[in-house]
């Protein structure tokens, strides 16, 4: 697993940055046994991960499935548009997962109160 990485909810288009393990470990909201089957973590290579309760917390069990730097494009592109209602968002892009983090980072810091 290598940070930060997205928490991508099934059926929404809502993205969550995890700057770290250990924000990941002391996040309760992270931490809540709240996830659904669908629900995956990627990470800065692409991995997805499914989130698991287990008697340790919630444990993530990495798929076989990968992301490639479009597919994660696209899914920031629909998370701008959920939050911001923005228009342009088709023009956002990256060159590399890593720079795509990056702009999720900024977007988070963005949004806390």
């Known amino acids: 697993m290598r940070w930060p990485a ?3 909810y099934v059926g929404d288009n ?5 700057a770290n393990q250990s924000e990941w470990m002391s996040d309760s909201d992270l931490q ?9 973590i990627i990470d ?6 499914q989130p698991e309760k ?4 919630i444990e993530l069990v990495k ?6 730097l479009e597919d994660l494009v696209e899914l920031v592109q629909a998370h701008m548009f959920e939050q911001a209602g923005a228009t342009c968002v088709s023009k ?3 060159s590399s997962i890593d720079q795509l983090m990056t702009i999720m980072e ?5 949004d806390k109160p």
Request: charged content about 30%; glycine content about 10%.
């Open 92 to 94: 956002v892009g990256a």
């Open 44 to 49: 800065t290579d692409g991995c997805l991960y």
């Open 54 to 57: 287990s008697e340790k917390g």
């Open 32 to 40: 809540s046994p709240h996830f659904d089957e669908g629900d995956r």
């Open 6 to 8: 997205l928490l991508s």
């Open 106 to 110: 900024a977007l988070s810091e963005y």
């Open 14 to 18: 809502e993205l969550v940055f995890i």
């Open 63 to 68: 798929l076989e499935e990968k992301y490639t």
